[in-house]
């Protein structure tokens, strides 16, 4: 699972920085860009520090940060969505949405795992 979820953080950063090199430049625009960029590569980033955790505590907390900086994508994400008007565009965001949302489902529950254990 953890091979499988890292590959699909990559692939979400990845897939986001793609989307937002199509996406308009304008000072607004620019500003949410760099923090979403910022957050979607943190995310995966994180998880993968999380896997060579010193011990439980340091692994939990890693992956804590990692759903913090996907949350934070998510709601990028839904910024940028809100002002487009490309239907293709659109189209792309909202995929990347979903996927954010599922990514924050998984990190979540590996959350709450973690801290019951």
Same mark, same amino acid.
């Given at each position: 699972?953890?091979? !499988?979820?890292?590959?699909?953080?990559?692939? /979400?950063a990845i897939d986001t920085i793609l989307f937002l090199r199509k996406v308009k430049n304008n000072e607004e625009s620019l500003i949410i860009k760099r923090q979403l960029i910022k957050s979607s590569t943190s995310s995966g980033a994180n998880y993968e520090e999380a896997?060579?955790? @010193? @011990?439980?505590? !340091? /692994?939990?907390?890693?992956?804590?940060?990692s759903l913090k900086e996907m949350r934070e994508s998510n709601y990028w994400l839904k910024i940028i969505n809100g002002t487009l008007t490309q239907k293709e565009l659109i189209q792309e965001?909202?995929?990347?949405?979903?996927?954010?949302?599922?990514?924050?489902?998984?990190?979540?529950?590996?959350?709450s795992k973690t801290q019951r254990k």
């Open positions: 699972m953890e091979k !499988d979820l890292s590959n699909r953080l990559l692939k /979400f896997q060579g955790g @010193s @011990s439980k505590a !340091d /692994f939990t907390n890693k992956v804590r940060i965001c909202q995929r990347l949405i979903k996927e954010s949302q599922e990514l924050k489902n998984i990190l979540g529950s590996i959350c």
